[in-house]
């Protein structure tokens, strides 16, 4: 507790009530449900441009959108879902709200730059939707902009794309410095490291892939600015520059990202599923030492989104065997949580239901990954449809499904009060058979055919792209029960009570919502997080 | 009572095994081949198929099984069994995994070898052949070729000499051109059976060569003259798909690849020739 004494700050001249939603408020749970309120509309916003690309993609013919615009929406809807809506809410959003808890502080270590790193992202994000109306064209070369198509495409829209995602960078970074200090240097004395929820961990190991590989996309984006503003080579072929040398520097960054996208999503899973197993998280210290694998593992993959591009054979065959390396600690995982549940007491309400359906999901989506990662297999489907199949498995089925679950489950902790369990169990059927329903047929596109971001496609294949189109609508109607749930607890929700599942970490042994500076008396001391069927039942 | 559970657990793993297998045989997921390389693909994609049904549905039963048989009964507020760990567990299900992922690397890297894709294309002798094969290209490839799955793979039953193509991409075409008989041409036309080296240059940004019934993809890259090699076997049109983001019409970037038997590959030469056309 002496990094920050955020009492200076979170005194009587923050506003109160819910103006301190709009202000900048220094307090970890404002600023965490800041991420999530603000990354949830833009996954609306993301939504809708999913939609345009299904719409047009249930007929064969480019006939809904132009394709410049319909380029310009895939771009958007990969940059906006990324780096909008699922790395800050599993990281800012979560982190925030949890971390302080977790390791019995009060705030986290920066509080300012905490309030500073979410500020950037809503400036950012309308920069970035804007870059459509005000910039005439926006950026159209995907989410990986790959010179040299970004250098030919309309230069305005690329610069803003490359502005807009440089401070959500600087946001991700400034969260990950904030998440190493606090969860090493503001830990209340007693807490030693491996007492600390997994959350911990995940985020630990998240924020050092965030401090390690964003600089190096940022450099990038510069070096390519500089390509399209100032004419410069670096990537530019005519000016003797190299493209793929930019396809390196830029999986660098991006194939971690996925972990930055995952391992919170990991980490949220393994706080809600021994709660409602009643159970101990099984393997505790594997776990650890797996989120750490995966860590050092993720940094030196990225070849393989690159199999295509001309590589060396023998640095095919590195990253083939790194890749395939990733499955063993992320086994563990799963295993682990497998037998969480087994022998436990479970209660499959909506967070569970959402957690569990994760792990198929995750599963599936693992299981193509090492086929990905298999040069020759790779060679055939890289760039088609089912990669699009494949890391929707992943970061949607896995990490999105997270979220929700996650909702369910600290949404008593953030507002006093119970979601509706009705709604919540419609909200996930609705989700599961729509997200299936919408990319389980995209596999079978790509192996017999059907490439990446195309607006018309071979009229063989219209019969399941219009099935993944309907999954898309699913998806889309799914989100209704959520909204309305959340309007209605707000309403009149059953009143929550401190610890409404007789959990045993830390932020559930305080009030709902808790209070500033988090607990009224003496952070406690929880050094058996998961220690279920050991002690006393925890009452209310 | 242990050796009824040894006998369920050994009797669902057989089970599970059967049904992998069963699924990677009989479920077609791939379209038709037509390249020397496509039969060892399919080979591989069987295996992986097998072993990721195994895995998959075995971990859903369990998962599934377990949220009923463990689900909680209403009114009971008591905890599950305060178990934290199992070393012996924890260690075979990291060998499992570490054994599977063992298996399908070598396996793989078997068939990679196979389909030719260990053989150095950046080397000196394959520029050098390269480079005499195409004059046109010496200026261009100042310093390396690129390459995508090699020459001649150990499966190619390629006969007679190798036939050079060279392809242009641009915005929004491919353009085939043959140096020994001086047709251009938009459509890529080969003879089955005979090994086929496509060197492929990019105008403007970044293209890719994909036949999905060959099973094969390579990048085509602005400044990296590009060889890539294969042995059409089955006869027929198939199409060749731009399959790396190249501007609004990406998804109009279409050709097609016309695999003759080698007659009917020779009276195409024929007629296409320009100096036949000339002389009648």
């Known amino acids: 507790m002496t990094l920050a004494n955020p009492s200076d700050f979170n005194g009587s001249l923050q506003p109160q009530g819910w103006l301190k939603y709009f202000s900048f408020s220094l307090d ?96 950012a994000g309308i920069l970035l939707i804007s870059s459509y109306f005000i910039a005439g064209a926006a950026a159209q070369s995907g989410w990986t902009a790959y010179p040299p198509l970004s250098l030919t495409t309309p230069a305005a829209g690329q610069v803003v794309w490359i502005l807009s995602v440089l401070l959500l960078g600087g946001s991700s970074i400034f969260g990950g410095i904030n998440f190493i200090a606090t969860v090493l240097k503001l830990r209340r004395p007693g807490l030693k490291l491996m007492q600390l929820p997994m959350y911990c961990w995940a985020m630990l190991g998240t924020s050092i892939l965030v401090v390690l590989s964003t600089p190096v996309l940022a450099g990038t984006l510069i070096l390519l600015s500089f390509d399209i503003i100032a004419h410069t080579g670096f990537f530019n072929p005519a000016l ?10 830029f999986w660098f960054y991006s194939h971690p990202a996925v972990y930055i996208m995952v391992l919170p999503a990991f980490g949220l899973v393994s706080e809600i599923l021994p709660v409602h197993a009643r159970k101990p998280l099984f393997g505790y210290t594997t776990m650890v030492y797996s989120i750490m694998a995966i860590v050092f593992l993720g940094l030196i993959v990225w070849a393989h989104h690159m199999f ?37 007491k479970i209660a499959l309400n909506s967070a569970m239901l959402f957690s569990c359906a994760f792990i198929v999901n995750f599963v599936f989506g693992g299981i193509t990954g090492v086929a990905l990662a298999q040069v020759p297999f790779d060679i055939h489907v890289h760039d088609t449809y089912f990669v ?69 496609y071979d009229p063989a294949f219209t019969t399941l792209n219009q099935i993944s189109s309907v999954g898309a609508l699913l998806m889309a109607i799914s989100t209704l029960p959520l909204l309305i749930n959340v309007v209605l607890t707000a309403i009149n929700g059953k009143v929550a009570g401190d610890n409404p599942w007789n959990a045993l970490t830390p932020e559930w042994l305080t009030s709902s919502p808790p209070p500033v500076e988090n607990w009224l008396g003496e952070a406690p001391l929880v050094t058996e997080p998961y220690g279920y069927g050991q002690k006393q039942e925890v009452t209310p | 009572m242990q050796i009824r559970t040894t006998l369920t657990v050994l009797t669902a793993a057989t089970a599970l095994v059967l049904t992998g297998l069963w699924v990677g045989n ?46 909680r009964r209403s009114g009971d507020l008591s905890d599950g069994l305060a ?38 294309l950046n080397d000196h002798s394959a520029m050098d052949h390269a480079a005499m094969a195409q004059p046109a290209m010496q200026a261009s490839a100042s310093s390396r070729v690129w390459g995508g799955i090699g020459a001649a793979g150990m499966d190619a039953p390629s006969v007679g000499k190798v036939l050079p193509v060279e392809v242009t991409a641009m915005q929004f075409a491919f353009i085939f051109h043959y140096p020994d008989a001086n047709i251009t041409s938009g ?94």
């Not at chain 1, 003797?240 to 520097?249: I, S």
């Not at chain 1, 060396?312 to 086994?331: E, H, K, N, Y």
């Open chain 1, 308 to 344: 295509t591009s001309g590589t060396p054979p023998w640095m095919r065959l590195f990253f083939t065997i790194a890749t395939s390396f990733i499955a063993v600690p992320t086994g563990i995982k799963f295993f682990n949580w497998l037998a969480t549940l087994w022998g436990g």
């Open chain 1, 388 to 456: 699009v199949g494949h890391f929707h498995y992943i970061v949607y089925g896995g990490t999105v499904f997270v979220i929700f679950g996650s909702l369910y489950h600290w949404y008593p902790k953030f507002t006093g009060r119970m979601l509706n369990e009705d709604l919540g169990r419609l909200h996930f059927l609705l989700t599961f058979i729509g997200f299936n329903l919408c990319f389980a047929p995209q596999h079978w596109l790509g192996l017999n055919g059907m490439p990446r971001r195309v607006a018309e």
């Open chain 2, 83 to 120: 178990i934290e760990g199992n070393l012996p567990l924890e260690i075979v299900w990291t060998a499992i995994p570490a054994v599977v992922v063992l298996f399908v690397g070598i396996y793989s890297y078997d068939i990679y070898e196979r389909m030719g894709g260990m053989v150095a």
């Open chain 1, 28 to 123: 970890h749970k404002v600023i965490g449900l800041q991420y999530l309120v603000c990354g949830f509309i833009f996954y609306l916003i993301g939504g809708a441009l999913a939609g345009v690309i299904r719409t047009e993609l249930a007929s064969p013919i480019s006939d809904f959108v132009s394709r410049e615009t319909y380029n310009e929406v895939l771009t958007l809807h990969g940059t906006v879902m990324i780096f909008l809506w699922i790395v800050p809410v599993v990281n800012g959003g979560f982190g925030n709200y949890l971390i302080p808890f977790y390791v019995g502080a009060r705030d986290m270590a920066f509080p300012r730059l905490n309030a500073v790193a979410f500020w950037l992202i809503p400036p």
């Open chain 2, 26 to 71: 009989n479920v077609n997921m791939l379209p038709i081949g037509a390249s020397s390389n496509a039969a060892t693909y399919d080979s591989l994609f069987k295996v992986l198929f097998s072993i990721g049904t195994m895995l998959f549905v075995g971990i859903v039963i369990l998962l599934v099984y377990s949220l009923f048989k463990f689900r």
């Open chain 1, 240 to 249: 003797g520059g190299n493209v793929v040398v930019y396809q390196h520097l």
């Open chain 2, 187 to 280: 459509e890529l036309h080969v003879p089955a059976g005979q090994s086929v080296e496509l060197h492929m240059e990019a105008k403007d940004v970044i293209h890719a060569f994909w036949v999905p019934q060959f099973r094969l993809k390579q990048d085509i890259i602005p400044g990296q003259p590009t060889v890539l090699s294969f042995t059409a076997t089955r006869a027929g049109s198939y199409p060749i798909v731009c399959a790396e983001l190249c501007g609004p019409y990406h998804g109009g970037m279409r050709s097609n690849v016309v695999v003759h038997e080698p007659e009917a590959y020779s009276a195409w030469l024929q007629q296409n020739s320009p100096i036949s056309t000339t002389t009648t």
